[in-house]
């Protein structure tokens, strides 16, 4: 009798965790990291100076990447602000400079080696930006408006390894803008005829990689720290433009440091 | 393939894929800011061709003739004083080179002229009972027979609102007419002359056209684009108006009288402007320095360029018996007209 009590609080018990785990469906993955960072940047606008401008620069980017389970497509949102106050040569002017970045994109995704170590997405961007240049000491045109939005192709690589009887995870992603539309006044067009007179001159420009080969990249390493785990990484964005006479280069290369959540939406049935 | 492989596999071509987009720059040397500064004025101002019909100028003889003092200076004083002259053949008031021990500048176009304003002159018309709305100081003159209207705008830096414009024009409505004094106004914002201009007309007018480069040839210019000005929906003025201009008027201050003559009943009395008929943009040379440019060429109705002036309907100067009356010949003549030219 006993053993037959026994086999049957064995059996519901079983059973119960079965049905239990059976109404917990988990059905998407979501990534989020949030990073600031510190670099050099190197910007150059002829629409304002011949000369380069360096000097320091702060970014701060959150990325959010979601996959639903046992499906191919991810999708990835990421916000980016920089700001940046270089210097010419001389130090005798400053630019203040900044840049907001945003991009959503979808990927599809390759799970690759034993139990899926390395994941490569391939897929693409929309990539939307707003920021500007103002020199600190010119009267006339102290300014450069920075808009432009991008399609742009996107390949992300990462890899997972064990260290320290803790997962670590490498990752790698590039973004390269193939074609796109920008503001841009004319060579020696002033903002006065654009915005007050209303004279335009082909200051909407179809861009493509040929005259804005831009690149944003981005290499990092997962860090497991207790319950948390750490992003540390190098970013390098090179936003560049030859257009209506004027060329224009953002070099910047940043250290980043932020933190990764990965958590598991599952819904009860 | 190992996982290394697939990660190298798309960050090297992905690193080569953004070619430069970049610039030379010219090295911080007595011979590197000498070019720099040829370069700019070169590739950037817009009156090269334009100076060449008027007086001749041959910039790249220019070139030749600044070199050989560039290459032999021994300070960076006598640098500055070598660029310095070299900017000034372009005989430009909108040219400047700025370094943190001088400002070079050409102001021949209002130096080697008579002033035709007077400060201490200027103070006895004024009184000390003048309104100030903005940058507009008025007030009425009465004599015998007539009220007029006057209204100094010394400079377009000093803002002023359409509400202070409604104000003094509403404050001065009684008046048989209106002086608009701008002489000594050197200019500023292009915006102040567009909003005092569109006071004094019934309908959009055409005032003038516009350019601005397009390329790095001294004649890569864009289509002429039209000025017009467009009557202020609020209070205007349809009575008679004189503008009074010497050659210390310039810049938006020009581009002002160059709209307010196309209004209908406008009259300039005077001296010609000082002119200034190109809209300036800032550069650097490789020390630092600044320089500052005329880039896009304003013109008249006619399509003439305005850089070196506008002539009066009435050309009057202030004459040295007057000056040591204490008469401000030029503000006389005007309230002449309103009493005994002006119906």
């Known amino acids: ?40 940047v190197n910007v150059l606008d002829t629409y304002i100076s011949p000369e380069k401008y360096r000097g320091t620069e702060l970014r701060f980017i959150s990325m959010t990447e979601k996959r639903r389970l046992g499906n191919a497509l991810s999708y990835q949102r990421i916000l980016q602000l920089n700001l940046s106050l270089p210097h010419n040569r001389a130090r005798t002017a400053d630019y203040l400079a900044g840049m907001l970045n945003y991009s959503w994109g979808l990927h599809y995704n390759f799970d690759l080696l034993d139990e899926k170590r390395l994941n490569i997405k391939l897929g693409g961007l929309a990539d939307a930006n707003l920021g500007g240049l103002y020199s600190t000491r010119s009267s006339n045109n102290p300014g450069q408006l920075k ?35 920008m503001f841009s006044p004319h060579y020696g067009q002033s903002y006065y005829e654009i915005f007050s007179e209303g004279h335009t001159d082909h200051n909407i420009v179809f861009t493509t990689i040929g005259c804005a080969p831009s690149l944003r990249q981005m290499l990092s390493v997962d860090v497991p720290i207790g319950k948390a785990t750490m992003r540390v990484g190098y970013v390098g964005d090179f936003q560049q433009a030859n257009v209506n006479g004027i060329k ?22 | 393939m190992k996982p290394v492989s697939y990660i190298l596999m798309f960050l090297i071509p992905l690193s080569l894929l953004p070619a430069c987009v970049d610039v030379d720059e010219k090295p911080n040397t007595r011979n590197g800011n000498f070019e720099a500064l040829w370069t700019i004025i070169d590739e950037h101002y817009c009156f090269l061709d334009y100076k060449a019909q008027e007086y001749g100028l041959d910039w790249n003889a220019v070139h030749e003739k600044y070199k050989e003092r560039a290459d032999t200076v021994k300070t960076v004083f006598e640098q500055f004083r070598v660029f310095a002259d070299m900017l000034a053949e372009l005989r430009d008031g909108h040219v400047n080179l700025t370094s943190d021990f001088d ?42 027979t007539d009220t ?56 959009k007018i055409l005032t003038g056209y516009m350019r601005h480069k397009r390329g790095r040839g001294h004649s890569d210019f864009s289509d002429f ?99 040591q009356r204490g008469v401000d010949t030029i503000l006389e003549y005007a309230i002449d007209m309103f009493t005994s030219l002006l119906p």
């Open chain 1, 1 to 40: 009798m006993f053993r037959v009590l026994l086999f049957l609080v064995f059996f519901v018990l079983t059973v119960s965790a079965k049905a239990q785990r059976d109404t917990l469906l988990a059905r998407n993955i979501t990534t989020t990291s949030n990073m600031i960072g510190i670099g050099g």
């Open chain 1, 147 to 181: 808009a432009y939005v991008n399609i742009t192709p996107s390949v992300i690589a990462s890899y997972d390894f064990p260290l320290w009887r803790r997962v670590f995870s490498v990752r790698y992603e590039a973004d390269a803008p193939l074609f796109g539309v």
């Open chain 1, 248 to 269: 224009s280069h953002s070099w910047s290369n940043a250290f980043m440091i932020g933190f990764v959540k990965r958590f598991r939406m599952s819904k009860i049935r």
């Open chain 2, 103 to 144: 400002n070079a500048r050409y102001w021949d176009w209002h130096e080697k002229f008579s002033a035709n304003f007077s400060d201490s002159l200027h103070r006895i018309y004024m009184g000390t009972d003048y309104g100030i709305a903005g940058g507009l100081k008025y007030r009425h003159f009465i004599n015998d």
């Open chain 2, 148 to 203: 007029i209207g006057y209204i100094y705008i010394g400079s377009f830096n000093t803002s002023f609102s359409e509400n202070n414009l409604t104000y003094v024009l509403y404050l001065l409505q009684d008046c048989k007419g209106l002086i608009l004094d701008l002489r000594n106004n050197g200019g500023g914002l292009l915006t102040l002359s567009e909003r005092l201009a569109s006071r004094f007309t019934e309908k």
């Open chain 2, 225 to 323: 684009e039209v000025q017009y000005v467009e009557p202020f929906d609020g209070l205007r003025w349809t009575k008679p108006v004189v503008v009074l201009t010497n050659r210390s008027v310039f810049s938006a201050a020009n581009d002002c009288v160059n709209r307010l003559r196309c209004c209908e009943n406008v009259t300039v009395v005077g001296d010609r402007t000082g002119g200034g008929g190109g809209l300036p943009f800032s550069s650097e040379l490789p020390n630092g320095w600044a320089v500052r440019f005329s880039a896009c060429p304003f013109y008249d109705v006619n399509k003439k360029d305005i850089e070196f002036g506008i002539e009066p309907d009435y050309k009057v100067d202030i004459t040295s018996e007057d000056y």
